[in-house]
Nanobody
């Protein structure tokens, strides 16, 4: 089992920045792929970014490319999502997720473990 706990959400003005954290515990996550997803009210959960824990390779949704950066810190078993130049359309609950293996995926169904989510609200 892997437990994931997100933090760092909040209210920010358009153009501002936030950094989300996802602390992983339980099984070693060194062989996992970690992902960030988001869900806005009335919409389906959508892919944001993903990273291989071991190699550090990343993928991003087109809507966040160039503004968001996913990274991981081995010593703290933590994955981060640095969000810059935030827009009102980035408002959503952001979820951290983990999947076993080394193949990155943008599909929610591919991920085995999920955190409880953290709210990000961007005001115009």
């Amino acid at each position: 089992q892997v437990q994931l706990v997100e933090s760092g959400g909040g209210l920010v003005q358009a153009g501002g920045s936030l950094r989300l954290s996802c602390a992983a515990s339980g099984r070693t996550v060194s062989s996992y792929v970690m992902g960030w997803f988001r869900q806005a009210p009335g919409k389906e959960r959508e892919f944001v970014a993903t990273i291989n824990w071991s190699g550090g390779s990343t993928s991003y949704a087109d809507s966040v490319k160039g503004r968001f950066t996913i990274s991981r810190e081995y010593a703290k078993n933590t994955v981060y999502l640095q969000m810059n130049s935030l827009k009102p359309e980035d408002t959503a609950v952001y979820y951290c997720a983990a999947k076993s293996g080394v193949v990155r995926s943008t599909r929610t169904a591919a991920y085995d473990y999920w955190g409880q989510g953290t709210q990000v609200t961007v005001s115009s």
